[in-house]
């Protein structure tokens, strides 16, 4: 037997902050269970609309609802609090309360204390039916009862009581509690038995029995026979082109292109009768689904459903019941966010989080073929609603059961909707950049959006006025320390104005001088092709937007420099321009060794004898993207002016290697000439399973690995990995897991220390890296230096001499 609770808002809170207001949420607690509402800012008459269902196995329970204040830096507030019998609801007329005011109760008995009022919907419901609530319900037919003896306002429909209704005995009574229930009431109805296997109840009855089941006084045009794509249309037309949510903070667990347009991948996704669901599930175990219908809330602006499940069971967990609250965040057509809010109170501490998974739907990148494709990213954090112990734990555990499950529904996506080549990708390189275009413009008009300004207007009609006057003047005598060819100002005017048009003309000079030289400097490469066998870094320089200005003109003359693998590319300048178009290309000469950064900085120009102001810098790892994702991408600058401007690049980046044969064999080969030893490759498991266990594009590949020792405040013993661009390590020590990476050119030195009882008589070999680089693997460091290096020790090689080579 469920509890059915709708907390939909409350009024005359009391402020509990110094602005006046309060930030108030609700926390509804029945036995050991508990949930929470989300927390509405600055308001002293919220509204929240949310529905909750709680199992009770004991009538002398209580229902304990808490009004409270959220405060970031001290103890939430207590605002106020109501309680109610869970009895009192059973021997209600149709079990149900209706929706009512409760007065909010101080913290402190016989207190006078105004704490305001909550709106509640309290109801029993044995169905497994969720609540349909797409409105609060008119707030004038609810009625108030301060002593909770009261008769419902709601018409007796709109909650279910399956003890008293004509058709009880289409419900199965699977509970103990509603077995327990059925004897000891008046008007008890035997239940009809079922079968063990199949506790879900037919469509067809629940049709029947969802239709007036928690209807909070809907209009017609909300009912649940809105079909999903009705929903989704009317969405699309509030939509006011917000930006889609980005990436939650737990991490991505699946990011991959489709050969189908966004609106096809969410029908596939969301819809009610899409397959694709009923194959999942069946693949991960899960049983007793029930899928409620699609519902749109706050005046269509997003859509929800609910989903419940019984979780198949795992190693360390037992089968558990779950509730899935999905809500469209945004969906215009083309781009599509679902936020989706898993709650397990049945797991160890369940009722202390929920699991938060996001996914985000959007257009790809551009195929050769002309057919359009989607991207995929789905991202998770957990939500902890109250603080515990077991934080950690929690997390570790979610995230390894999230990415097994992810990675089932990866590849069963796969096997439903073909996924997009990343040769297909590639082969899009040359129609990419056969249509950018530089604009062409000459110089002249250049020079005249440049010289129009107001000092060189003002520094030449001055110059006219003086030539006027010399015409015209009769040279005057000399006299006090003057000579023939030295005419000196003869009062203080004359000196001021000498000095105005000396600092004039010299600024005028700079100014020329600044535009020659920055004319000479040309930075596309449309047409030149590099030379060599190797890797090929082509980088497209589209647009910036929102570069900051430094100029006292409110714009800048903004130009990029471009550096990999110790080459350099420079843009041409743009006069005048916070958000210039250049449509420039970039081929740097083949490389041996694959690029591991791309550097971009973005300077202002201040003329040849000048330091370049710096607008703002980026780094693109290509150790940590797919090169497919950088066909087409925007790039955010860092530094104090880019980030107050929220300044950023579009850039078209591919790498490519040129060379015929085995890449990997050639490395190898090469590889094996400095060492002096022969290096195997590895198979095709071997690398996939590395590429996975460290995030690594699947153009990286391992060379070789070791078991060693990480030398920290204890050692740690795991395996070091080695590849054409990074030096890996990953340890697992009873399930608590280390893992993280740097890059080779990271590395500024390498030293080899002498053996130490502490290094148990091996050798130590210390990995020095450049200050303030490899900074997301500083959890493996020994050291951090005042300058911002960090210091890797490892030792008790098994083999230390071909470790060291």
């Not at 080695?722 to 697992?732: H, K, N, P, Q």
């Amino acid at each position: 037997m469920k509890l059915q609770v709708r907390v939909v808002e409350a009024r005359n809170l009391p402020a509990m902050d110094l602005n006046g207001f309060s930030d108030p949420y609700v926390r509804l607690q029945l036995g050991k269970q508990r949930s929470r509402t989300k927390v509405v800012k600055k308001n002293l008459n919220p509204k929240w609309t949310e529905d909750f269902s709680f199992g009770v196995d004991d009538l002398n329970d209580e229902l304990v609802v808490s009004v409270l204040d959220e405060d970031k830096y001290f103890n939430d507030d207590f605002v106020g609090q109501v309680r109610v019998s869970v009895s009192l609801v059973f021997d209600a007329e149709n079990q149900s309360l209706g929706t009512v005011w409760y007065p909010l109760n101080p913290k402190k008995k016989g207190s006078k204390k105004d704490c305001g009022e909550i709106l509640l919907k309290i109801c029993f419901s044995q169905k497994n039916s969720v609540l349909d609530l797409t409105s609060s319900g008119d707030q004038t037919s609810a009625s108030r009862s301060p002593d909770l003896r009261l008769e419902s306002p709601i018409d007796p429909s709109t909650c279910a009581s399956p003890s008293r209704s004509d058709d009880a005995s289409s419900i199965p009574q699977t509970t103990f509690a509603g077995r327990f229930t059925q004897i000891f009431q008046k008007n008890a109805i035997t239940a009809t038995p079922t079968q063990s296997s199949s506790r879900s109840i037919d469509a067809s009855d629940l049709s029947e029995i969802s239709k007036p089941v928690f209807s909070l006084e809907l209009s017609e045009d909300e009912s649940s026979s809105t079909s999903f794509e009705e929903l989704l249309k009317a969405m699309e037309s509030k939509d006011q082109g917000s930006e889609p949510p980005s990436n939650l903070s737990g991490g991505v667990v699946v990011d991959q292109l489709f050969m189908i347009s966004p609106s096809d991948l969410n029908i596939v996704l969301f819809a009610s009768d899409s397959s694709f669901y009923a194959s999942l599930t069946e693949l991960q175990g899960t049983t007793e689904v029930q899928i409620g219908p699609w519902k749109a809330e706050n005046d269509g602006e997003s859509v929800k459903r609910v989903v419940s499940y019984l979780k198949a069971a795992t190693k360390l967990i037992k089968a558990v019941k779950g509730t899935e609250e999905q809500t469209y965040l945004k969906a215009d057509g083309e781009v599509y966010a679902v936020l989706a809010s898993v709650a397990t109170p049945d797991v160890p501490f369940g009722g202390t989080f929920k699991v938060e998974v996001l996914y985000c739907i959007s257009p790809g990148p551009e195929l050769p073929s002309g057919e359009q494709c989607s991207r995929l990213v789905v991202s998770w954090r957990l939500n902890f609603l109250q603080s515990t112990m077991m934080r950690g734990m929690i997390e570790n555990g979610a995230r390894q059961g999230l990415k097994d499950n992810f990675e089932q529904y990866a590849n069963l996506l796969a096997q439903s909707v073909k996924p997009v080549d990343s040769k297909d990708i590639g082969l899009n390189k040359e129609q990419a950049l056969s249509s950018l275009q530089a604009e062409p413009q000459s110089d002249w008009k250049l020079a005249v959006q440049y010289f129009a300004n107001f000092t060189v207007l003002s520094t030449f009609l001055i110059g006219i006025y003086v030539f006027v006057h010399i015409v015209f003047a009769i040279p005057s005598a000399i006299q006090g320390l003057e000579f023939n060819g030295l005419d000196l100002p003869d009062s203080i005017g004359e000196f001021v104005v000498s000095g105005v048009l000396v600092l004039q003309c010299e600024r005028v000079l700079q100014l020329i001088s600044r535009f020659m030289q920055a004319r000479k400097q040309k930075g596309s490469d449309h047409g030149i092709k590099a030379h060599g066998d190797g890797w090929l870094l082509t980088v497209a320089l589209i647009e910036g937007v929102d570069l900051a200005a430094v100029d006292p003109s409110g714009h800048c003359d903004p130009y990029i420099v471009f550096t990999s693998n110790g080459k350099t590319r420079t843009s041409s300048i743009k006069f005048q321009k916070s958000n210039p178009q250049w449509n420039e290309i970039f081929e740097f000469d083949a490389m041996a060794d694959p690029p591991s950064v791309l550097n971009v900085e973005v300077f202002d120009f201040d003329g040849p004898f000048d330091e370049a102001v710096s607008l703002g810098h980026a780094e693109v790892n290509f150790v940590r993207s797919n090169i497919s994702d950088l066909a087409d991408v925007w790039v955010p600058l860092q530094g104090k002016l880019a980030q107050a401007c929220q300044s950023k690049l579009h850039l078209r980046i591919f790498l490519d290697h040129t060379g015929g044969g085995d890449v990997v064999r050639d490395y190898l080969n090469k590889m094996e000439k400095e060492v002096g030893k022969k290096i195997n490759v590895r198979s095709p498991q071997t690398n996939s399973a590395f590429q996975k266990l460290f995030g690594l594009p699947q153009e990286e590949f391992l060379i070789n690995d070791f078991t060693c020792h990480l030398k920290r405040k204890m050692p740690l013993q795991g395996r070091l990995f080695l590849s054409a661009r990074i030096v890996g390590f990953y340890a697992s020590i009873f399930g608590n897991k280390t893992k993280f990476f740097f890059l080779w050119e990271d590395i500024e030195e390498i030293q080899v220390l002498p053996p130490t009882l502490a290094s148990m008589g091996s050798p130590i070999v210390v990995m020095t890296l450049r200050p303030n680089r490899g900074l997301d693997a500083r959890i493996g460091a020994k050291t951090h230096d005042e300058e911002g290096r960090l210091k890797f020790h490892f030792h008790s090689f098994v083999s230390f001499n071909v470790a060291q080579k």
